[in-house]
């Protein structure tokens, strides 16, 4: 993730220390929300992104899992979760997603909701939120989930019911936001960046103020399950659109609203916001590079700081990449699986930069972006470790040839990779 907040807004978040390893000191927020600082980003345990059950009561477009609203086989049970999550908690990992297909499905979501909480996991959700009712909501707030994040695909509902298939997904969706907000419980949205989502970001800012939305998380597109017959945004358009979200949560936290902004899944995101920041000669350009360097992007993600179970207990790299599993929680502990770095494509994810090869291996910022998402590289070229798609970059800008204002940051600064 880049917290374009916490980057070019001077934010300060619960987050702040897991993601950028620094303190925070202008809030204090309530303790399931604080997340830890480890010594070194690539010291970090891995948030569980656990998809808990691949049923849905929608058929989005652009699902990952390719979810339908069917039952499907082989499914952890209760008490196979449980072990799981005390494994989990033994491991010391920084916090479990709960996600689906849509997880409020599960008749026993609040159960290991509560037993994840009582062994002392800091515990999230991902819903499309159809189904959140206020006492759903209630419940989140009872167990002290950390953070909801809910799906919204555009501000225009027509266009959120055709990606989620189903006529009034958009407002039962914002009915179930509204209780979140009711109940006091922290909520979110999460859009996907498409071609035909990007061109509405100026409506969803105005949304996002309109409804007093505190935290939105913009993912670039991967091609994975319904999602491979997507069109991905080409590099202007990614540009323009990270533009525009920059502008917006800049004006937004400039007009005194504490807004939480992030972009995800691309993490040639930093270095576009260095750069500008450069050229926009912002005093804080050195600290945010400090910050993105120590971060490492996608260098310390995947198979390191990000991992997923899925439905029927394998473990990816992350919940696009299951494609490939390391092995199943029903076999061996995950704590011992994530560890093992026998399986060269493991071993190569915990230590990428040496691997990369083309645009990524030759960028100047691959310290700072490590690679971007490798689930993209290899779906899209079957290369694991193949130049990301996905990056936006310009030839100029990743070899560090002459970019304006480059010399504002003093020499040396803007070499990435060290």
């Known amino acids: 993730m880049i917290d374009i907040s916490v980057l070019y807004g001077g934010l300060e978040t619960p987050s702040t220390p897991h993601r950028y390893g620094r303190k925070i000191t202008q809030i204090d927020p309530p303790p399931h929300q604080r997340m830890a600082i480890a010594k070194s980003a690539k010291d970090r345990r891995p948030i569980i992104v656990w998809n808990l059950t691949r049923t849905c009561n929608l058929k989005c477009i652009h699902c990952y899992t390719d979810s339908d609203a069917v039952k499907y086989p082989d499914e952890l049970t209760t008490d196979q979760c449980k072990v799981v999550l005390d494994d989990l908690a033994k491991f010391g990992v920084p916090a479990v997603l709960f996600s689906g297909g849509e997880p409020l499905v599960r008749k026993d979501l609040f159960e290991l909701a509560t037993y994840a909480r009582d062994a002392g996991l800091h515990v999230v959700l991902s819903t499309n939120g159809t189904l959140i009712t206020p006492e759903i909501a209630k419940r989140f707030v009872e167990l002290k989930f950390a953070y909801i994040g809910l799906s919204l695909d555009s501000a225009i509902p027509e266009i959120h019911d055709k990606f989620r298939g189903m006529e009034g997904a958009f407002q039962k969706t914002m009915q179930g936001f509204r209780h979140c907000v009711a109940a006091g419980q922290k909520v979110g949205l999460r859009l996907t960046l498409t071609q035909h989502t990007a061109t509405n970001l100026d409506k969803l800012f105005d949304f996002i103020e309109r409804e007093n939305i505190d935290r939105a998380c913009f993912y670039h597109l ?87 179970i899925d439905f029927c207990g394998n473990v990816h790299a ?59 590289a290899e779906i899209s070229t079957g290369d694991p470790w193949a130049a990301d798609p996905g990056c936006y970059l310009t030839e100029a800008e990743i070899s560090g040839e002459p970019v304006a204002a480059d010399s504002a940051a003093g020499p040396g600064s803007v070499c990435c990779d060290r």
């Open 318 to 376: 992350d919940q696009f990449s299951m494609f490939r599993s390391f092995g199943n929680i029903k076999e061996r502990k995950f704590s011992e699986i994530w560890q093992d770095t026998s399986d060269p494509i493991m071993a190569g994810l915990k230590d990428r930069l040496p691997l990369l090869k083309g645009r990524c291996g030759a960028c100047r910022f691959k310290a700072v972006c490590g690679g971007s998402l490798r689930a993209r």
């Open 222 to 308: 991967c091609p994975a399950g319904r999602g491979k017959d997507l069109s991905a945004l080409d590099p202007a358009q990614a540009r323009s659109a990270i533009d525009t979200i920059i502008d917006r949560t800049d004006d937004l936290l400039q007009r005194g609203q504490r807004v939480e902004i992030l972009t995800v899944d691309n993490h040639c995101d930093g270095p576009y916001l260095y750069l500008r920041m450069l050229r926009e000669n912002q005093p804080r350009t050195n600290q945010v590079l400090d910050m993105l360097r120590w971060n490492g992007g996608g260098r310390y993600s995947s198979g390191v700081g990000i991992a997923n």
